[in-house]
């Protein structure tokens, strides 16, 4: 519903080792990196990217990513891309 929030869940319990990376139709929204040194949402990920302006928080113990005051142009295709140290 229009107006309410959304998390999306990554199943993922983050050892400060992974990298985590969201996307919105082919576009980094949110990303965790660095050992969480590195943390980036909409914009800060993608300059001149103001979609989500203000309304993502990414849980930097889960890589979850939660929506705020979600409209309908928010419907789409999101991917989660977990890339864990052991394979780097």
């Known amino acids: 519903m229009e107006r309410d929030s959304l998390t999306l869940h990554t ?3 983050t050892n400060q080792q992974e990298k985590i990376k969201w996307f919105f139709n082919d576009t980094r ?3 965790i990196s660095d050992y969480l ?3 980036c949402t909409d914009v800060q990920c993608n300059e001149g990217t ?4 203000d ?4 849980d930097d ?3 979850s990513l939660t929506i705020t005051n ?10 989660l891309q977990v ?4 394979s780097m």
């Open 83 to 86: 890339i864990s140290s052991s």
């Open 37 to 39: 040194s590195k943390t």
């Open 61 to 63: 113990q889960t890589g």
């Open 29 to 31: 929204i949110a990303q």
């Open 70 to 79: 979600i409209r309908t142009t928010d419907f789409g295709l999101y991917k």
């Open 50 to 53: 103001e979609k989500f302006r």
């Open 55 to 58: 309304r993502l928080k990414l």
């Open 11 to 13: 199943d993922v319990r």
